[in-house]
């Protein structure tokens, strides 16, 4: 059964903090609804309403599209080992760009990695927690190297290039406000 609370709770962040993977999904008035996978030591807790994630460079950029309309975003966690357990948190999200005041202090939570595109600084206003029992176990084997060697690879230069080639525009064609 379905439980809502006004805040992230101590086990809710400890839940949250064990987790390998999140979901977050987002949407604009208008066209497809967007619901990506989110790993890597991407997102902290910061506090009883607020999570900051940090987004690495990707193929899309449908988050900070939407948000650029309709500002709410949803984070899901699920556990795939021993306790059934989904939980999400509701809520509106401010995108902070390498170009803002704060993104080096908010993306230096995470060592700031190459290919940072954007923090998400959430404010959550509802948690749902509910039963876990149709998810299957999991186990974690590893996490993956492939995106960090590639912004490596590409280095600053190449990222900022591949930002105009890929992630001016969400696919329902609305701007992500990446370079403004």
């Not at 400890?14 to 390998?20: M, S």
């Not at 080992?81 to 170009?99: E, F, K």
Request: charged share 25%; hydrophobic share 40%; glycine share 8%.
């Amino acid at each position: 059964m379905a439980k809502q609370f006004d805040t992230i709770a101590a086990p809710h962040k400890a839940f949250i903090e064990d987790q390998h993977l999140f979901f977050v999904g987002s949407a604009a008035r208008e066209g497809r609804v967007n619901v990506s996978p989110k790993g890597m030591d991407s997102l902290r807790v910061m506090g009883p309403n607020r999570i900051v994630w940090l987004n690495l460079t990707g193929s899309g950029n449908e988050t900070a599209g939407h948000l650029r309309d309709v500002n709410r975003m949803t984070l899901m966690w699920c556990s795939f080992t021993t306790r059934p357990l989904i939980l999400r948190c509701y809520g509106t999200a401010r995108t902070v760009h390498p170009r803002d005041a704060d993104f080096a202090e908010l993306a230096g939570l995470f060592g700031t990695p190459t290919g940072a595109r954007q923090v998400y600084d959430m404010t959550v206003d509802l948690v749902q927690t509910s039963c876990g029992y149709a998810v299957p176990f999991f186990d974690e084997h590893r996490e993956r190297d492939t995106l960090v060697t590639w912004a490596e690879d590409k280095g600053d230069d190449g990222i900022v290039a591949y930002w105009e080639e890929k992630n001016l525009k969400t696919i329902d064609g609305a701007d992500t406000g990446i370079f403004e």
